[in-house]
């Protein structure tokens, strides 16, 4: 269907598959999500099993209305009330106290439920429609990029799940920005649309965890964001990224040793690299981190797709959506877990 204009009697069916413990995916403005009824163990239950997620990774909860949090969460900071004026709808989930009727399923036991009100109208109709929240991971098997398009999401997921609804590519590309709010501190947990810069207008006092520049995450703040301990947003072959002044001159020499051992070298350069030939993508312009955010994430599940025995890529600046951009490919570079 069209993003800005759900079918009413699509909405409704996949409303009824949520209603009665289905799984259901869904865009966003980020990317696709994969929708089951918050409230629902049963049902949470099972969207962790179809993604070969870890128990211990806690859900954001979407909702449709201010009405809708309150179902979720309480003792709302001032401070978590003025990000969700200045914010939503968008690409920013608020970590807050839970409610006692949210499942321990949802929130891996946390006494704390992370909520967020989609920029997308097809997933506010379809939340509106079912009138639950819904709790909704990225819609990708655990460990592999995040989809951003229902293509992307059958790949992964076709068979594990009731439904996909189609509404085209991801606006934004990346997941969202989380925030964890306690009284009048607000830190960022990761990166997302909404950066550093546009928080600190609305809380000059914000500070981002060090975990959410795709540094290896302390064992505080894995308590905290327990995301950040897992594998995260890898293509099946190995990634390398390179970084700094001289990184197209390091990137052709590392395709040139690659090939030179016989493999299959995919390359994520920027228009400006002037590299060019097979299996090179030029993904954007180094003077449109958004348009590479856009993407990023199809364009690793497209050179999985040819084949190739490694990925090259070309960083960019972490102004902007950059630094979400770039915390993504850190960790997609990181060969093992950081922890556990
Ligand atoms: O853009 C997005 O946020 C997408 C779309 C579908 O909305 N969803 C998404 O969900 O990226 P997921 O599950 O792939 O990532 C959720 C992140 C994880 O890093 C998780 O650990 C963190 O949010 N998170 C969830 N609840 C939390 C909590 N109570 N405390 C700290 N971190 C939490
Ligand atoms: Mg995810």
Redesign the pocket.
Known sequence: MHPDGPDPKVIASAAALLQGGGLVAFP?E????LGADALDPDAVRRLFAAKGRPAD????V?VATRRQVDQVARDIPALAQALMDRFWPG?L?L?LPRRPGVPDET?AG?E???V?M?DHTVARALIEATGRPVA???ANRSGSP?PTTALHVLADLEGRIDAVVDAGPCRVGV??T?V?VVGNQATV??L?AVTEAMLRNVVPSVTVAASAHGAAASADETV?????KHRHYAPKAPVRLFEGPERVAALSAAREEGVARGERVGMVVTEESGLHGPDVVPIASRKDPEAYARALYGTLRHLDGLGVDRILVEGIATDGIGAAVMDRLRRAAAQEKTTG
Request: net charge positive; no cysteine; hydrophobic share 35%.
């Open positions: 966003t980020t990317v696709y999500g990774n806690p859900l954001i979407h690409p989930a970590v929130t946390l704390t439920v992370a967020r989609p909704a991971p990225s995040s997941e969202s989380v964890l947990l990761r997302g905290r964001s327990p995301g950040l």
